[in-house]
């Protein structure tokens, strides 16, 4: 069993920066594949951003590429998201997430790779 400690969010203005951080329990932190997803008011639940058990690997959804970059230490047990020129439309509750049975240089992208999930930190952008 796996245990998140979420932290970072708040309310900020556009083009705004905030570090989204998630500490792990346990000492198999290194052998899950990491992501942060997001969910907006009435809306799915998207995956923002991927990295590899390794952190050789990462994956960006379109809409943030260049803007966000995930990071990971597995020393610490702890993910990142570094958001850097926040918009309205990042506004959401960002959830960080684990898959147990990846593989090495692997990002997976379905929501239901994942099997362990944080309990959500709100990001809310606005002037």
């Known amino acids: 069993q796996v245990q998140f400690e979420e932290s970072g969010g708040g309310l900020v203005e556009p083009g705004d920066s905030l570090r989204l951080s998630c500490a792990a329990s346990?000492?198999?932190?290194?052998?899950?594949?990491m992501a942060w997803f997001r969910q907006a008011p009435g809306l799915e639940r998207e995956l923002v951003a991927a990295?590899?058990?390794?952190?050789?690997?990462?994956y960006y959804r379109d809409s943030v590429k260049g803007r966000f970059t995930i990071s990971r230490d597995n020393a610490k047990n702890t993910v990142y998201l570094q958001m850097n020129s926040l918009k309205p439309e990042d506004t959401a509750v960002y959830y960080c997430?684990?898959?147990?049975?990846?593989?090495?240089?692997?990002?997976?992208?379905?929501?239901?790779?994942?099997?362990?999930w944080g309990q959500g930190t709100l990001v809310t952008v606005s002037s």
């Open positions: 997430a684990a898959d147990s049975n990846s593989q090495a240089y692997i990002t997976p992208r379905n929501l239901y790779d994942y099997d362990y």
């Open positions: 346990g000492r198999t932190f290194s052998s899950y594949a």
């Open positions: 990295i590899s058990r390794g952190g050789g690997r990462t």
